[in-house]
Protein backbone atom coordinates (compact mmCIF):
# COMPACT_ATOMS: atom_id res chain seq x y z
CA UNK A 1 0.00 0.00 0.00
CA UNK A 2 1.69 3.18 -0.63
CA UNK A 3 2.39 5.94 1.70
CA UNK A 4 0.35 9.18 2.14
CA UNK A 5 1.47 12.47 2.52
CA UNK A 6 0.57 12.72 6.02
CA UNK A 7 3.01 9.56 7.08
CA UNK A 8 5.76 10.71 4.64
CA UNK A 9 5.39 13.73 6.29
CA UNK A 10 5.54 12.20 9.96
CA UNK A 11 8.65 10.04 9.36
CA UNK A 12 10.78 12.85 8.24
CA UNK A 13 9.32 15.04 11.02
CA UNK A 14 10.50 12.03 13.63
CA UNK A 15 13.91 11.54 11.83
CA UNK A 16 14.75 14.80 11.44
CA UNK A 17 13.88 15.33 15.12
CA UNK A 18 15.96 12.61 16.07
CA UNK A 19 19.39 13.96 13.94
CA UNK A 20 18.70 17.83 15.39
CA UNK A 21 18.82 15.88 19.09
CA UNK A 22 21.90 13.84 18.49
CA UNK A 23 20.50 10.77 18.28
CA UNK A 24 22.21 9.67 15.36
CA UNK A 25 21.77 5.83 15.50
CA UNK A 26 17.67 6.29 15.78
CA UNK A 27 18.28 8.87 12.90
CA UNK A 28 19.86 6.45 11.09
CA UNK A 29 17.38 3.37 11.51
CA UNK A 30 14.57 5.05 10.96
CA UNK A 31 15.71 6.49 7.59
CA UNK A 32 17.42 3.35 6.32
CA UNK A 33 13.86 1.97 6.60
CA UNK A 34 11.75 4.91 5.26
CA UNK A 35 14.32 4.74 1.99
CA UNK A 36 13.39 1.16 1.33
CA UNK A 37 9.62 2.49 0.84
CA UNK A 38 10.20 5.62 -0.57
CA UNK A 39 13.38 5.33 -2.48
CA UNK A 40 12.83 8.35 -4.70
CA UNK A 41 12.02 10.71 -1.84
CA UNK A 42 15.81 12.88 -1.91
CA UNK A 43 15.20 14.54 1.62
CA UNK A 44 15.51 11.11 2.74
CA UNK A 45 18.85 10.79 1.71
CA UNK A 46 19.92 14.37 1.93
CA UNK A 47 19.23 13.45 5.93
CA UNK A 48 20.43 10.38 5.86
CA UNK A 49 24.14 11.56 4.00
CA UNK A 50 24.16 14.37 6.90
CA UNK A 51 23.55 11.67 10.01
CA UNK A 52 26.56 9.48 8.20
CA UNK A 53 28.67 12.76 7.86
CA UNK A 54 28.08 13.57 11.85
CA UNK A 55 29.45 9.49 12.67
CA UNK A 56 32.72 10.26 10.81
CA UNK A 57 31.53 7.95 8.02
CA UNK A 58 32.63 9.86 4.88
CA UNK A 59 32.48 7.55 2.15
CA UNK A 60 29.32 6.61 3.03
CA UNK A 61 27.85 10.09 3.00
CA UNK A 62 29.52 10.60 -0.55
CA UNK A 63 27.27 7.70 -1.84
CA UNK A 64 24.62 8.86 -0.02
CA UNK A 65 25.05 12.67 -1.28
CA UNK A 66 25.68 11.27 -4.60
CA UNK A 67 22.28 9.59 -4.28
CA UNK A 68 20.26 13.17 -3.72
CA UNK A 69 22.40 14.37 -6.52
CA UNK A 70 21.14 11.44 -9.01
CA UNK A 71 17.56 12.54 -8.01
CA UNK A 72 18.12 15.84 -8.05
CA UNK A 73 20.79 17.04 -10.17
CA UNK A 74 20.86 20.23 -8.92
CA UNK A 75 20.25 20.22 -5.51
CA UNK A 76 22.66 23.34 -4.45
CA UNK A 77 22.83 21.84 -0.79
CA UNK A 78 23.63 18.30 -1.46
CA UNK A 79 26.68 19.51 -3.75
CA UNK A 80 28.25 21.96 -1.46
CA UNK A 81 28.39 19.01 0.98
CA UNK A 82 29.89 16.61 -0.95
CA UNK A 83 32.35 18.75 -2.16
CA UNK A 84 33.63 19.38 1.12
CA UNK A 85 33.60 16.17 1.61
CA UNK A 86 35.86 15.43 -1.46
CA UNK A 87 37.54 18.56 -0.31
CA UNK A 88 38.47 16.63 3.57
CA UNK A 89 39.28 13.32 1.78
CA UNK A 90 42.41 15.24 -0.73
CA UNK A 91 40.40 15.05 -4.02
CA UNK A 92 40.15 18.33 -4.73
CA UNK A 93 39.18 17.93 -8.55
CA UNK A 94 36.02 16.56 -7.62
CA UNK A 95 35.93 19.10 -5.13
CA UNK A 96 35.82 21.78 -7.13
CA UNK A 97 33.77 20.41 -9.82
CA UNK A 98 30.96 19.88 -7.10
CA UNK A 99 31.56 23.76 -5.88
CA UNK A 100 31.32 24.92 -8.49
CA UNK A 101 28.78 23.51 -9.78
CA UNK A 102 26.66 24.62 -6.63
CA UNK A 103 27.91 28.36 -7.41
CA UNK A 104 26.82 28.16 -10.67
CA UNK A 105 23.61 27.49 -9.59
CA UNK A 106 23.05 30.44 -7.60
CA UNK A 107 24.19 33.52 -9.80
CA UNK A 108 22.79 36.41 -6.96
CA UNK A 109 24.58 34.93 -3.84
CA UNK A 110 21.69 33.93 -1.96
CA UNK A 111 22.11 31.01 -1.56
CA UNK A 112 23.26 29.75 1.98
CA UNK A 113 24.74 26.34 0.68
CA UNK A 114 26.23 28.08 -2.40
CA UNK A 115 27.73 30.64 -0.50
CA UNK A 116 29.62 28.30 1.43
CA UNK A 117 30.89 26.96 -1.65
CA UNK A 118 31.90 30.04 -2.71
CA UNK A 119 33.77 30.52 1.31
CA UNK A 120 35.46 27.17 0.01
CA UNK A 121 36.87 27.78 -3.25
CA UNK A 122 37.83 31.10 -2.30
CA UNK A 123 39.99 29.26 1.06
CA UNK A 124 41.34 26.76 -0.96
CA UNK A 125 42.26 28.74 -3.64
CA UNK A 126 44.29 31.05 -1.23
CA UNK A 127 46.09 27.94 0.83
CA UNK A 128 46.54 26.42 -2.30
CA UNK A 129 48.88 29.37 -2.97
CA UNK A 130 50.62 29.21 0.02
CA UNK A 131 50.96 25.49 -0.13
CA UNK A 132 52.46 25.87 -3.64
CA UNK A 133 54.85 28.91 -3.12
CA UNK A 134 55.58 28.31 0.29
CA UNK A 135 54.83 24.34 1.46
CA UNK A 136 52.83 23.07 4.11
CA UNK A 137 53.95 24.45 7.02
CA UNK A 138 52.98 27.89 5.69
CA UNK A 139 49.87 26.17 5.63
CA UNK A 140 49.69 25.61 8.78
CA UNK A 141 50.83 28.61 10.13
CA UNK A 142 48.67 30.50 8.29
CA UNK A 143 45.72 28.35 9.18
CA UNK A 144 46.54 29.06 12.63
CA UNK A 145 47.14 32.89 11.46
CA UNK A 146 43.39 32.35 10.21
CA UNK A 147 41.99 31.42 13.83
CA UNK A 148 43.70 33.60 15.76
CA UNK A 149 42.41 36.64 14.15
CA UNK A 150 38.97 35.13 14.35
CA UNK A 151 39.33 34.78 18.12
CA UNK A 152 40.63 38.46 18.29
CA UNK A 153 37.77 39.61 15.78
CA UNK B 1 30.52 47.37 8.29
CA UNK B 2 29.56 46.35 12.25
CA UNK B 3 27.75 42.87 12.42
CA UNK B 4 25.85 41.51 14.95
CA UNK B 5 26.85 38.79 17.21
CA UNK B 6 24.93 36.40 15.86
CA UNK B 7 25.93 36.47 12.17
CA UNK B 8 29.38 36.94 13.53
CA UNK B 9 29.45 34.01 15.46
CA UNK B 10 27.71 32.11 12.82
CA UNK B 11 30.35 33.34 9.91
CA UNK B 12 33.04 32.58 12.62
CA UNK B 13 31.88 28.85 12.80
CA UNK B 14 31.36 28.53 9.22
CA UNK B 15 34.93 29.90 8.79
CA UNK B 16 36.70 27.20 11.20
CA UNK B 17 34.93 24.41 10.14
CA UNK B 18 35.66 24.89 6.21
CA UNK B 19 39.31 26.06 7.08
CA UNK B 20 39.43 22.22 8.66
CA UNK B 21 38.04 20.80 5.53
CA UNK B 22 40.64 23.10 3.24
CA UNK B 23 43.64 22.39 5.24
CA UNK B 24 42.85 18.78 5.58
CA UNK B 25 42.51 18.41 1.48
CA UNK B 26 45.37 20.46 0.89
CA UNK B 27 47.72 18.41 3.11
CA UNK B 28 46.36 14.76 2.26
CA UNK B 29 47.00 16.21 -1.72
CA UNK B 30 50.14 17.60 -1.29
CA UNK B 31 51.40 14.65 0.64
CA UNK B 32 49.96 12.37 -1.93
CA UNK B 33 52.58 13.87 -4.43
CA UNK B 34 51.38 17.15 -5.32
CA UNK B 35 48.24 19.09 -7.01
CA UNK B 36 48.64 19.36 -10.10
CA UNK B 37 48.42 22.91 -11.95
CA UNK B 38 44.71 22.13 -13.47
CA UNK B 39 43.56 21.32 -10.14
CA UNK B 40 44.87 24.64 -8.90
CA UNK B 41 43.48 26.12 -11.73
CA UNK B 42 40.00 24.43 -10.89
CA UNK B 43 40.07 26.28 -7.97
CA UNK B 44 40.70 30.28 -9.36
CA UNK B 45 39.02 32.74 -6.95
CA UNK B 46 35.91 33.74 -8.82
CA UNK B 47 36.57 37.30 -7.59
CA UNK B 48 32.82 37.12 -6.03
CA UNK B 49 32.82 40.61 -3.87
CA UNK B 50 30.90 38.65 -1.09
CA UNK B 51 33.77 36.64 0.40
CA UNK B 52 36.42 37.67 -2.40
CA UNK B 53 40.01 37.34 -0.30
CA UNK B 54 41.59 39.04 -3.62
CA UNK B 55 44.47 36.55 -2.28
CA UNK B 56 44.75 37.25 1.03
CA UNK B 57 43.62 34.10 3.60
CA UNK B 58 43.57 36.28 6.28
CA UNK B 59 40.52 38.32 5.15
CA UNK B 60 38.63 35.54 5.92
CA UNK B 61 38.64 36.63 9.61
CA UNK B 62 36.28 39.43 9.04
CA UNK B 63 33.12 39.31 7.32
CA UNK B 64 32.22 42.14 5.28
CA UNK B 65 28.60 42.20 5.47
CA UNK B 66 26.24 40.62 7.75
CA UNK B 67 23.74 39.96 5.23
CA UNK B 68 25.52 37.11 3.70
CA UNK B 69 24.02 33.49 5.33
CA UNK B 70 26.50 30.76 4.97
CA UNK B 71 25.95 27.82 5.90
CA UNK B 72 27.28 25.74 8.43
CA UNK B 73 29.41 22.62 7.90
CA UNK B 74 27.74 19.69 7.07
CA UNK B 75 24.17 21.56 7.53
CA UNK B 76 20.81 20.37 5.35
CA UNK B 77 17.95 22.82 4.82
CA UNK B 78 15.00 22.61 6.79
CA UNK B 79 12.48 19.61 5.81
CA UNK B 80 9.39 22.33 4.83
CA UNK B 81 11.61 24.63 2.84
CA UNK B 82 13.48 21.48 1.22
CA UNK B 83 10.06 20.39 -0.08
CA UNK B 84 8.71 23.91 -0.74
CA UNK B 85 11.71 24.37 -3.33
CA UNK B 86 11.10 21.42 -5.39
CA UNK B 87 8.90 20.96 -8.49
CA UNK B 88 5.09 20.92 -6.60
CA UNK B 89 4.24 18.46 -9.15
CA UNK B 90 7.23 15.70 -9.07
CA UNK B 91 6.28 12.50 -7.32
CA UNK B 92 8.28 10.21 -4.53
CA UNK B 93 8.54 6.45 -5.13
CA UNK B 94 5.03 6.30 -3.59
CA UNK B 95 3.37 8.72 -5.67
CA UNK B 96 3.25 11.62 -3.64
CA UNK B 97 3.36 14.58 -4.59
CA UNK B 98 5.97 17.19 -3.22
CA UNK B 99 3.64 20.09 -2.68
CA UNK B 100 1.44 18.00 -0.25
CA UNK B 101 4.63 16.80 2.07
CA UNK B 102 5.63 20.52 1.88
CA UNK B 103 1.99 21.06 3.10
CA UNK B 104 2.34 19.03 5.79
CA UNK B 105 5.75 19.91 6.76
CA UNK B 106 5.07 23.43 6.88
CA UNK B 107 4.52 24.93 11.03
CA UNK B 108 0.76 25.34 11.66
CA UNK B 109 -0.40 22.18 9.47
CA UNK B 110 -2.63 19.85 10.04
CA UNK B 111 -0.10 16.94 10.58
CA UNK B 112 -1.58 14.80 13.33
CA UNK B 113 1.60 13.56 14.17
CA UNK B 114 0.97 10.70 16.95
CA UNK B 115 -1.96 9.38 14.23
CA UNK B 116 0.08 9.58 10.86
CA UNK B 117 3.39 7.91 12.84
CA UNK B 118 0.63 5.11 14.02
CA UNK B 119 -0.44 4.36 10.63
CA UNK B 120 3.34 4.70 9.30
CA UNK B 121 4.14 1.94 11.45
CA UNK B 122 0.83 -0.10 10.56
CA UNK B 123 2.37 0.47 6.88
CA UNK B 124 5.78 -0.61 8.05
CA UNK B 125 4.27 -4.13 9.13
CA UNK B 126 2.05 -4.69 5.81
CA UNK B 127 5.39 -4.39 3.68
CA UNK B 128 7.14 -6.55 6.05
CA UNK B 129 5.05 -9.07 5.89
CA UNK B 130 4.74 -8.59 2.12
CA UNK B 131 8.71 -9.09 2.19
CA UNK B 132 8.40 -12.21 4.64
CA UNK B 133 5.87 -13.75 1.69
CA UNK B 134 8.23 -13.20 -0.90
CA UNK B 135 11.25 -14.67 0.70
CA UNK B 136 9.59 -17.70 1.58
CA UNK B 137 8.24 -18.07 -1.88
CA UNK B 138 11.83 -17.57 -3.26
CA UNK B 139 13.35 -21.06 -3.79
CA UNK B 140 17.37 -21.21 -2.65
CA UNK B 141 18.46 -20.87 -6.35
CA UNK B 142 17.47 -17.05 -5.91
CA UNK B 143 20.59 -16.70 -3.25
CA UNK B 144 21.22 -13.05 -4.60
CA UNK B 145 17.62 -12.04 -4.77
CA UNK B 146 16.99 -13.54 -1.25
CA UNK B 147 20.25 -11.85 0.16
CA UNK B 148 18.89 -8.41 -0.95
CA UNK B 149 14.92 -9.02 0.07
CA UNK B 150 16.80 -9.90 3.41
CA UNK B 151 18.57 -6.92 3.48
CA UNK B 152 15.71 -4.66 3.11
CA UNK B 153 13.38 -6.74 5.34
CA UNK B 154 16.04 -6.24 7.90
CA UNK B 155 16.14 -2.87 7.59
CA UNK B 156 12.51 -2.28 7.88
CA UNK B 157 11.95 -4.52 10.87
CA UNK B 158 14.22 -2.39 12.75
CA UNK B 159 12.67 0.93 11.68
CA UNK B 160 8.99 -1.37 12.82
CA UNK B 161 10.97 -1.65 16.33
CA UNK B 162 11.75 2.41 16.29
CA UNK B 163 8.71 3.70 15.13
CA UNK B 164 6.89 0.90 18.13
CA UNK B 165 8.97 3.10 20.79
CA UNK B 166 7.97 6.37 19.63
CA UNK B 167 4.45 5.72 18.70
CA UNK B 168 4.36 4.39 22.55
CA UNK B 169 6.33 7.75 23.48
CA UNK B 170 4.18 10.16 21.87
CA UNK B 171 0.72 8.22 23.11
CA UNK B 172 2.56 8.53 26.76
CA UNK B 173 3.11 11.91 25.87
CA UNK B 174 -0.50 13.07 25.12
CA UNK B 175 -1.63 10.64 28.12
CA UNK B 176 0.31 13.07 30.63
CA UNK B 177 -0.74 15.83 28.82
CA UNK B 178 -4.15 15.08 28.81
CA UNK B 179 -4.06 14.47 32.66
CA UNK B 180 -2.61 17.83 33.06
CA UNK B 181 -5.61 19.27 31.10
CA UNK B 182 -7.58 17.14 33.64
CA UNK B 183 -6.10 18.44 37.14
Not at chain 2, 24 to 44: H, L, M, N, P, T
Amino acid sequence: MPLTADQVAAGISIAHSCFTQGRLKDAEILLEGLITMESGNPYLHMLLGSVLLQQGRLDDSVATFTRVIEISPEDISALTNRGEIHLKQGRLKEAAADLNRSISLDPKGEDPFANRARLLIEMTASLLNVADQEGLPALEKARQQILLQLKQS
Amino acid sequence: MSIDAASRAGFNSAVTSGLDSVSSGISKSVEGGGVKAEVIQSFRAHGDPHVSTHGDPHVFASPRDSAIQIAAGGQIPEPSKFFSKLPADQKGSQGVRNAEIADKLKPGSNLDLKQSSADLKNSFEQEIKKYEEKLNSLGDDSQLANVDLQNILQKQQQTLQMMSNISKMLYDTSQSVIRKMGG
